[in-house]
């Protein structure tokens, strides 16, 4: 049970940085310098690999580590980027010099980029040495050169020897695959089609790095029907929330609630349709079609119905004929 434990401290947040994007389109200030930058390969599979960069006090283990889970992950879903991992240690020393590279290269990449900006930034590599946890930064707008995944790796909650550590690395690679597949650099219209609420892309990554991890050799049969039994513990957790339906729930103290149902939400997509269904063909006509109406062509339905389906049919069943939906290994 203590994977559960674990996961719990580190999903909350796992996507501090996702955030992030939100909070920059926010400000208005940025409105007027907004430059359109040349059509480029988002969202294109590519042959490139990610560069890793690791504070000195990272080993050679846990950088090999990171590497191995990637691969399973680009394997499965498909090799997308520009992708950086960056690994941090335990040492706050380390992350602050760490940090320093971080930035010099993110305005080698984007030079309108106030690097002041960039080494004051909330939630930087010293506090991920002292906080542990993990983390996507989407970097596609309007203001800055670069487009880009940064995947962000510390030392705890988990720590790599922590089995929790290669289903986080999943968690966060299916977030690559998720944006990946939305073009738009307007973040607006990146927003509407990822949907601002965690449900639908916590949940979602949450489930596929779950699903992925449990059909990997050496784990063992029940584990996907195990952590999935322990996502449940969030259900008496929504009823008591204020809110009826984990559509509803922002990033913040509830969070939770929306990453393990959420999770269930797409457990019970995916049996209503197919595998395929949900991570190739909605990802694949959504920058056409936008969220809806790729929704409703992909799973035969409009998300308002499937979310009330979910929650006024599916959530009222018994654990066993939840757990009914899950597939066997
Ligand atoms: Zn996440």
């Not at 559960?4 to 310098?33: D, G, M, Y």
């Not at 010293?126 to 203001?143: D, K, M």
């Not at 079609?289 to 409703?296: A, I, N, W, Y």
Request: net charge negative.
């Amino acid at each position: 049970m203590s994977i559960h434990k674990t996961s719990f401290t580190t999903q909350i947040q796992k996507c501090i940085f996702t955030l992030t994007p939100f909070l920059l389109a926010c400000q208005p200030q940025e409105e007027k310098t907004k430059t359109t930058y040349p059509e480029d390969n988002w969202g294109e599979v590519t042959e490139a690999l990610p560069n890793y960069y690791a504070a000195s006090d990272v080993t050679k283990k846990h950088l090999e580590l990171t590497k191995e889970w990637y691969e399973i992950a680009a394997n499965e879903w498909g090799n997308f980027g520009p992708l950086e991992f960056w690994i941090v240690g335990k040492s706050e020393e380390s992350a602050a010099d760490l940090d320093e590279k971080y930035c010099n290269l993110r305005k080698s990449l984007s030079p309108n980029l106030e690097i002041r900006y960039c080494l004051d930034r909330d939630h930087d590599f010293t506090t991920y040495a002292r906080e542990g946890n993990a983390g996507l930064n989407l970097r596609r707008n309007n203001h800055e050169e670069w487009s880009g995944f940064i995947v962000t790796m510390a030392s705890k909650n988990p720590s790599p020897d922590e089995d929790d550590y290669k289903v986080v690395m999943l968690h966060e690679y299916f977030h690559v695959y998720q944006h990946a597949h939305i073009y738009t650099r307007d973040e607006s219209k990146r927003e509407e089609l990822a949907k601002k609420n965690p449900w639908w892309l916590e949940g979602g990554a949450e489930y596929m790095a779950q699903l992925l991890y449990s059909r990997q050799e050496g784990v063992r049969d029940d584990y996907l029907q195990e952590v999935m039994k322990g996502k449940l513990r969030s259900l008496p957790m929504l009823a008591k929330s204020g809110v009826n339906r984990i559509d509803e729930i922002s990033y913040g103290p509830r969070a939770m609630i929306a990453y393990d149902l959420g999770a269930w939400f797409i457990a019970y997509l995916i049996d209503k349709t197919s595998e395929e269904a949900y991570r190739d063909h909605f990802f694949d006509d959504l920058n056409d079609l936008d969220f809806e109406g790729s929704f409703v062509k992909n799973f035969g339905s409009s998300s308002e119905s499937m979310l009330k389906d979910f929650h006024n049919n599916f959530l009222k069943l018994s654990i066993q004929e939840k757990m009914l939906i899950l597939p066997k290994k």
